[in-house]
């Protein structure tokens, strides 16, 4: 593990090193309608460039007539001067196969801003992840609607802003919050933000928003969550990570998980696994946004999962 020019460690790729740097990781991902010969196409553009492909993931929708999403990394000695020529190859065919793609150096660093309300632990979990060098990002800003975390966040060293949001003034805040972000990140992330963004915010902040929250919603929206779950005597707790949309909490999923638990839990329990639960949930979701391995179908996910 070493330490990048941003001062935050980052951990290697996993990929085979010998004779090249981490900065020849390439990584492609495209998305297109599904027909015969597309992955042969895709395969002998890297190939031609001299490119070793070390992971290919690909899914297709349908048998016939459905969609095709694809996420391959490679390894390409000098990659950072040949990625014009690779992209020239890929663009022989994408109009063809009708593509949405993207590449990009493995390296690349997304930029990410990080909403949150009171409720620190999802937020302190990305923070210490990210100094860690587990999350490959730069944080360009916590943004919160209270003033309360600004000592905890600064200890990382990491720009804090409050923006205080009231219900007859919320326009004028989102248009502060628009003025802090678009064009200068990548992507935002809900961590606890007891907030409900407009779709007007969503459309114009220009990057995908991917938010937190228990499972117990709908049945359990609003105060107390974990009250009103012990009062009816759940045996199952969890949280959901998705990308955020004007539909409140009905965006594409991202990740889920579940933890049992018996009568002997009172709600103090509850919470406090609830929001273990959380923090895991978040930071898979995050982390596999960071490396694309998150590719949106309607309203549905396709995740590829490392490992």
């Known amino acids: 593990m070493q330490a990048d020019s941003g001062g935050a460690p980052t951990a290697g790729s996993g990929l085979s090193m010998v004779g090249s740097t981490r900065e020849d990781v390439g990584r492609l991902v495209l998305a297109c309608p ?30 016939e007539g459905g969609r095709l ?9 000098d990659l950072p001067d040949r990625l014009d020529d690779l992209r020239s190859r890929m ?41 860690r ?19 905890e966040v600064a200890a990382f060293g990491v720009p804090y802003y409050h923006i205080s949001v009231t219900p007859d003034a919320k326009a004028e805040a989102e248009q502060h919050q628009l003025d802090l972000l678009v064009g ?38 609003g105060a107390e969550p974990y009250v009103r779950a012990h009062d009816r005597g759940v045996k199952l707790i969890g949280a959901t990570a998705h990308y955020a ?14 933890r049992r638990v018996s009568h002997r839990a009172d709600p103090e ?14 930071a898979r979701a995050v982390h596999w946004h960071l490396e694309d391995r998150v590719l949106v179908h309607e309203n549905r996910t396709i995740v590829f999962w490392p490992g």
């Open 133 to 151: 060098g587990e999350l490959h990002m730069d944080i360009a800003a916590v943004v919160s609607n209270h003033p309360d975390l600004e000592a």
């Open 34 to 63: 599904d027909r015969p010969a597309i992955l042969a196409a895709v395969v002998s553009r890297l190939a031609a460039a001299g490119a070793n492909i070390n992971t290919f993931d690909q899914y297709s929708t349908a048998p």
């Open 69 to 77: 999403y694809l996420r391959s990394e490679f390894l390409l000695k």
């Open 269 to 282: 329990m509850l919470t406090m696994i609830g929001r273990d639960i959380e923090r895991t949930v978040f």
């Open 184 to 221: 200068k990140v990548d992507f935002v992330a809900l961590a606890r933000y007891m907030q409900i963004l407009s779709g007007e915010f969503l459309a114009r902040v220009g990057a995908p928003v991917i938010n937190i929250h228990h499972s117990f919603l709908p049945a359990f929206a």
């Open 91 to 131: 663009e022989e065919i994408a109009e063809d196969f009708d593509m949405q793609w993207r590449l990009e150096p493995a390296t690349r660093r997304k930029r990410v801003a990080i909403f949150v309300s009171r409720y620190e632990h999802c937020l302190l979990d990305l923070l210490w992840r990210w100094r």
């Open 245 to 258: 949309t004007e539909d409140l909490d009905e965006g594409p999923i991202i990740e889920q998980d579940v």
